[in-house]
């Protein structure tokens, strides 16, 4: 006779045992693997997010290129990209909370939960995907940039040092992403929290205009905003045009750019790893 396992009726079926540590970089491939297939299959939204930040750098480009300089803004445009690179970064945490929202709903992670794997490679294997994505993001604007007039001026040293920075920045904000499409397991409503958050950092900040341009209630606010201190650490690494730096926030930029990311990530990470765990009970 063959033994057949009963469970009372209401309760789960009990969990796999995790899978061993050293198992933990095959499963991290395999669903990396399955997450960028969604990605090529499902083209639309990573179309979206290149093409957008590409038609906000030809926009502003060419449109204020000639006004700012008419104020003593110097090249415009060169000013303009690494702003442009650091807002795609941020934009960047809408496809992370979507694409963990979206799992969550359809239960997709409920059957991975019940396999021997560990819940770090599941959360782990939607970081890798949209770091992939964060590249060839940065792959495609960069060009763009290039056509533009913009130049790395401080070579290839410093232009490694700030695509560095930049990664370290979209994972930060993709943990972030990831937290939120836990915390708010709608696909729809994680879109409809991300943009109003996204827009106000990206336009209360010295992204498109100096701080000394703005309102005096607005200065410190874009002086303190921590994309601000990205934006500014990335133009001193490209050897963009810069803006004085006459304030606290404006002078330890790069202090600010690397401590903000890595706070957003010791936060991040282990409360997104107990939330999916207690999705799990």
């Not at 796999?16 to 491939?29: F, I």
């Not at 960047?92 to 359809?106: F, L, P, Y």
């Not at 701080?211 to 921590?226: F, L, T």
């Not at 500014?232 to 690397?258: I, M, Q, Y």
């Amino acid at each position: 006779m063959t033994a057949t396992l009963a469970t009372e009726p209401g309760t789960a079926p009990e969990r796999p045992p995790a899978a061993h540590s050293g198992k933990l970089v095959s499963d991290v491939l395999v669903l990396t693997r399955r997450n960028l297939l969604h990605m090529v299959r499902s083209p639309f939204e990573p179309g979206i997010a290149i093409v957008m930040p590409v038609v906000m750098v030809l926009l502003f480009g060419f449109l204020f290129d000639e006004v700012m300089s008419g104020h003593g803004g110097g090249n415009y445009r060169e000013f303009l990209v690494p702003a442009m690179l650091a807002m795609v970064m941020v934009y960047g945490v809408s496809g992370s909370a979507n694409g963990t929202a979206r799992d969550v709903s359809r239960e997709v992670m409920g059957r991975f939960r019940s396999m021997p794997m560990s819940p770090v490679a599941l959360l782990t294997a939607r970081t890798a995907a949209d770091m992939v994505r964060a590249c060839l993001e940065i792959a495609v604007l960069v060009p763009v940039g290039l056509l533009l007039g913009w130049r790395a001026g401080n070579g290839l040293a410093g232009a490694a040092l700030a695509i560095g920075l930049l990664l370290l920045f979209r994972l930060s904000l993709v943990w972030l992403g990831v937290l939120m499409g836990l915390l708010v397991p709608d696909p729809e409503a994680s879109g409809m929290i991300v943009y109003p958050l996204a827009f106000p950092l990206t336009m209360l900040s010295t992204a498109f205009l100096p701080a000394g341009a703005m309102p005096s209630w607005m200065a410190p606010v874009a002086e303190w905003n921590p994309l601000s201190a990205v934006v500014s650490t990335l133009r001193d690494l490209f050897g963009s045009p810069g803006v004085p730096a006459d304030s606290w926030p404006a002078e330890h930029a790069g202090l600010l750019a690397v401590a903000v990311p890595a706070l957003l990530l010791v936060l991040c990470v282990p409360l997104a790893v107990r939330r999916f765990r207690s999705l799990s009970r």
